[in-house]
Structures are given as C-alpha cells and as structure tokens.
Nanobody
C-alpha cells in the first residue's frame, strides 16, 4: 500500500508557474517509480512525467522543456515544477506510485491556466 497526497494546484495565468508536491507514505527507493498524470475535462488520464529511484526521468512530449520532475533525498516527496504554463495544461493532476506489481494514486489537485 502507498498513500499519496498532492498539493500545490491552483489558478494561474498563461506563462506563469506552479509547483506541485506529492507526499508519499513509502520512499521512492522502495518503489519502481513515481510520477504525475493529468486528466483534462472530457479526456482520458495521461502521463505527464515519471521519475525512478535512480533519478531517471521521462516526460510527455508537450511538457518537455517546461516541466521538471524531481524528488527529495529521502524519497518521500516528488515535485513537478511547471513553467510557461498554457491553457491546455488545465487539468486535474494526479500523483502516482508504482510498486512494479500495482499502481497507486492520489486524489488529485486541480490546475487551471487562464489565457
């Protein structure tokens, strides 16, 4: 079991920045990876970025160069720094953790980007 809690969502104008945080009940060093997904209105949940315990990262193409995923040294916090935000980034952002056997999800945090 992994409990996840996201924070940091909010309302921002296009071009602005937000940082999302995810607090995990287990360290990333005991997990396969952690990451962020998002679900825009009327769309399916989609990958944003992932990070492994070794620090290897993966990004969805539309956020490359704008978003950065990182973890703290203890491995219980994962962050998503979002810069140059666009209206199309508006979505509920979910933190996820994979044990390699199953995936766990937070409740999500809403990010709204106005034009």
């Amino acid at each position: 079991q992994v409990q996840l809690a996201e924070s940091g969502g909010g309302f921002v104008q296009a071009g602005g920045s937000l940082r999302l945080s995810c607090a995990a009940s287990r360290s990333i060093f005991s997990l396969a990876y952690m990451g962020w997904y998002r679900q825009a209105p009327g769309k399916q949940r989609a990958l944003v970025a992932t990070i492994t315990s070794g620090g290897r990262t993966n990004y969805e193409d539309s956020v490359k160069g704008r978003f950065t995923i990182a973890r703290d040294n203890a491995g219980h916090m994962v962050y998503l720094q979002m810069n140059s935000l666009k209206p199309e980034d508006t979505a509920v952002y979910y933190c996820t953790a994979s044990t390699g056997v199953g995936n766990y999800w937070g409740k999500g945090t809403l990010v709204t980007v106005s034009s």
